[in-house]
């Protein structure tokens, strides 16, 4: 028996079939037109209208609306991209592995003492020069500490890209029981772990991690609105998330840090 269940995020409605050879549930977002065997994130209880603004988190919705009781209990349930996967370790050592080959299809022993897997760190340290140069005059001018490393923070970086002041402005509407955390956690630490993706095997603990984050989103709506220009601004609510979800996760349960795959369904052979 299978206890793990990925729903792998798509806006490509060309890449069911290989989807579905992974034997992951594949999920359509967008307005591209998806056939019967896509799960969509616009029918039901949905948000899906805002899918410009909130990426893969108008799925999150629709599934914690919709489907999220109905999964077994006893399911480890996860998400990945259509480009972004989770690496089966033990396809390691054999470099001539197709993408099939190489992700996640089962749950490994090592997650028995865990709640939840995150996937691998990114280090803003590691951020060339250059480019803050080039995207981040004003984050710099505002901490001129970034010329070292030590400096590249969360916020640093997200100032960077997705304009100075709005991280800020988004924390302060936060709960008051996460609020002073999180935004020490974003002044303090150098990476997070990327993307919003995440295998969790509590349902309850999934439950209570939407109703933190679609909550605060909506209160981030009443000051950001929809009225954004520029894709560092208009996916600003999927990208408050991204920040948040390690934070949350790692506060309120025990992580597992579990490496990544990036590879393009779209250019992938998997004869």
């Known amino acids: 028996m299978n206890n793990l269940e990925i729903f792998c995020i798509c806006i490509h409605n060309k890449l069911l079939d290989k989807i579905k050879e992974f034997n992951y549930t594949p999920v359509g977002l967008g307005t591209d037109t998806f056939s019967s065997g896509w799960t969509r994130d616009n029918v039901g209880v949905n948000i899906s209208s805002k899918n410009k603004f909130y990426g893969e988190l108008t799925f999150h919705y629709w599934l914690w609306k919709n489907k999220l009781n109905s999964i077994d209990k006893d399911k480890w349930i996860g998400f990945c991209g259509y480009r ?18 190489k992700i996640l299809k089962k749950v490994h022993p090592s997650w028995e003492n865990y709640d939840v897997i995150l996937g ?20 710099f001018l ?27 402005k988004a924390i302060n509407v936060l709960n008051e029981n996460d609020r002073e955390d999180f935004r020490q956690f974003v002044n303090t630490n150098k990476s997070y772990n990327q993307g919003n993706m995440f295998i969790c095997k509590s349902k309850e603990l999934i439950i209570k991690y939407y109703e933190t984050i679609f909550s605060w989103l909506n209160e981030c709506e009443k000051i950001f609105g929809f009225d954004l220009d520029g894709y560092g601004k208009i996916r600003i609510y999927g990208f408050l998330a991204e920040r948040f979800l390690p934070f949350w996760f790692n506060k309120y349960s025990k992580c597992l840090e579990w490496p990544i795959i990036f590879s393009d369904l779209r250019e992938e052979n998997l004869n």
Request: glycine share 6%; proline share 3%; aromatic share 12%.
């Open 84 to 101: 972004r996967f989770w690496k089966n370790k033990c396809s390691d050592s054999d470099m001539s592995l197709n993408i099939n080959q």
């Open 142 to 168: 505002r901490n001129p500490k970034a010329i070292f490393k030590r400096g590249r923070t969360i916020r640093f970086q997200f100032d960077m890209f997705h304009g100075n002041g709005v991280l800020d």
């Open 120 to 139: 691998e760190h990114i280090f803003l340290d590691q951020i060339p020069l250059i480019k803050i140069i080039k995207y981040g005059k004003t984050a």
